[in-house]
């Protein structure tokens, strides 16, 4: 599982692959970058997977990032997303696994709504219950 956060711990994105590599890491980076297009970043912060700097590298020669983007791997200030996927692994537990990627994608993308929710880093349609339901009603392509 990929997953993009912020300095202050909003989510950017999230996408689930069956294998961490370069190619899933470059599919993953545009898709994240393109979501900070408002407000670029000056570093991004990566542990210490083999393919991170290989798919940003390829993305920079696309001149996607800018090249005074500095890529970091440092163990200890990627703790923000480290913090934030402990908390997605205890809720994932008691599920006790996944048998099919469909069914993983469809109740991590569940997960990760709810928690947007909570913590308020979303724009509701509506306040309340409401606004909720539309939400998950749009990002899950369902029809109200």
Do not use: W
């Amino acid at each position: 599982m990929f997953r993009a956060v912020d300095k202050h711990g909003q989510l950017i994105d999230f996408m689930l692959s069956s294998r961490r590599n370069t190619r899933a890491a470059y599919r993953f980076l545009p898709k994240a970058l393109n979501m900070m297009s408002d407000y670029p970043p000056c570093s991004t912060t990566t542990d210490k997977l083999a393919s991170y700097p290989k798919a940003i590298r390829r993305l920079q020669s696309e001149g996607l990032p800018a090249k005074d983007v500095e890529h970091r791997t440092s163990k200890y200030l990627n703790n923000v997303i480290e913090a934030d996927h402990g908390a997605l692994k205890r809720m994932i537990r008691p599920t006790r696994g996944f048998q099919r990627m469909k069914t993983a994608s469809a109740t991590l993308k569940g997960f990760e709504i709810m928690r947007m929710i909570r913590r308020g880093h979303c724009v509701l349609p509506q306040p309340g219950a409401t606004g909720e339901i539309r939400l998950v009603n749009q990002l899950f392509g369902l029809v109200a």
